[in-house]
């Protein structure tokens, strides 16, 4: 039974699950605190996880119908994020596996999010190609095997989440953007404006989002947008996005000769983009997997779904695991 928590950005989330059984999977959202300011403040973030780890954790416990000594080992977002939100789930889990006397084991925010597919396909084969797709990442990862993982491109500027968010806050759409833009799209017309597709027919497999979104700032001046019809260009948006990311994603597979594609992140749920990778995939006989809705942005059941991996093949963190922001994949002990 592992407890898993993560705070690595908005999101205080805190999970009980054993051998891929959800228990309860608690998540206390900042998005309100957050959205008059049109995106997240990290001081906020950091503060207003203090405010709630403890009572997020024993919701987790309660609602799981179990109780904080059935609790065997204590898996938390260390690396990769938001320094000081990093911060106060690592020190709510050191807190409680030292307490408890149980082991206690740090996970990067990226294999968390590999894991949360793992989590709701487990019969999904290695090796496979992971598309981690977020507000604060685009990662390319050839996955050999559990836990082994080779990063093969990023974004070298903005994350498909953040030109999302930044978009839908420069149509007056609202934050997040993601979500707005997915529902307003599905009214609009995805042929209606030619964008550019960064990078689209590169062999480089890194990403770039922010010459997209500048050429829509520039294509629809704020006159514009009181004229043209938002679905539609939000449509287009989105349109040039998902192109960008099925066609890398389908191109990395074929290169590593890979059959399985693994989709995950926030930017996950998006239907357009399911239903693009679902198309492309069925003419190339590629097979791809997206976690369930609840498991697409930040949550703590894929941190105890990756927890349980480490644990099972001896990884542990001592008392002194601190947060890193940046720490590549592999780092995570
Ligand atoms: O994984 P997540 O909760 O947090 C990060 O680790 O960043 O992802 C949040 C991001 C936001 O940028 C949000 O706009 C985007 O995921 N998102 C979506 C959709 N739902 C959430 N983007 C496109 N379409 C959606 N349906
Ligand atoms: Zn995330």
């Known amino acids: 039974m592992i407890l898993g928590i993560e705070t690595s950005c908005d999101e205080t989330a805190a999970?009980?699950?054993?051998?891929?059984?959800?228990?309860?999977?608690?998540?206390?959202?900042?998005?309100?605190?957050?959205?008059?300011?049109?995106?997240?403040?990290?001081?906020?973030?950091?503060?207003?996880?203090?405010?709630?780890?403890?009572?997020?954790?024993?919701?987790?416990?309660?609602?799981?119908?179990?109780?904080?000594?059935?609790?065997?080992?204590?898996?938390?977002?260390?690396?990769?994020?938001?320094?000081?939100?990093?911060?106060?789930?690592?020190?709510?889990?050191?807190s409680l596996a030292y307490a408890l006397n149980v082991p206690l084991v740090g996970i990067h925010h990226i294999e968390g999010h590999i894991f949360a597919n793992i989590l709701s396909n487990p019969d999904m084969p290695v090796?496979?190609?992971?598309?981690?797709?977020?507000?604060?990442?685009?990662?390319l990862i050839y996955v050999s095997d559990l836990c082994r993982y080779e990063t093969l491109g990023n974004t070298l500027d903005d994350a498909a989440g953040e030109a999302f968010d930044k978009i839908a806050k420069f149509l007056g759409l609202g934050f997040p953007?993601?979500?707005?833009?997915?529902?307003?799209?599905?009214?609009?017309?995805?042929a209606a404006f030619n964008l550019p597709r960064p990078m689209h027919g590169s062999r480089n497999p890194d990403f770039s989002f922010s010459g997209l979104k500048t050429a829509v700032v520039n294509k629809f001046k704020t006159d514009d947008r009181n004229t043209l019809p938002l679905a539609d260009i939000a449509a287009s948006f989105q349109e040039a996005i998902v192109d960008v990311l099925v066609s890398k994603t389908v191109r990395a597979a074929e290169q590593r000769g890979v059959l399985t594609i693994s989709v995950t992140g926030g930017v996950s749920s998006n239907k357009r983009l399911r239903e693009s990778f679902s198309e492309v995939c069925r003419k190339k006989g590629i097979e791809v997997f997206f976690p369930s809705r609840e498991f697409c942005t930040d949550n703590a059941a894929m941190v105890a779904a990756a927890g349980a991996a480490r644990i099972e093949r001896g990884d542990r963190a001592g008392l002194d695991l601190n947060a890193v922001p940046n720490a590549p994949l592999n780092s995570a002990k």
């Not at 953007?177 to 995805?190: E, F, H, Q």
């Open 127 to 139: 090796p496979h190609i992971c598309l981690t797709v977020s507000g604060g990442h685009t990662m």
């Open 15 to 94: 999970a009980l699950v054993d051998k891929g059984r959800v228990y309860s999977n608690v998540i206390a959202s900042q998005i309100g605190v957050h959205a008059k300011f049109g995106g997240i403040v990290p001081e906020v973030a950091s503060r207003k996880h203090v405010e709630a780890i403890g009572y997020t954790i024993k919701e987790a416990v309660e609602s799981s119908g179990k109780i904080l000594p059935d609790v065997e080992a204590v898996a938390v977002t260390s690396a990769y994020g938001l320094v000081g939100s990093l911060m106060v789930g690592v020190a709510a889990a050191k």
């Open 177 to 190: 953007g993601g979500p707005v833009i997915d529902t307003l799209s599905a009214k609009g017309d995805r």
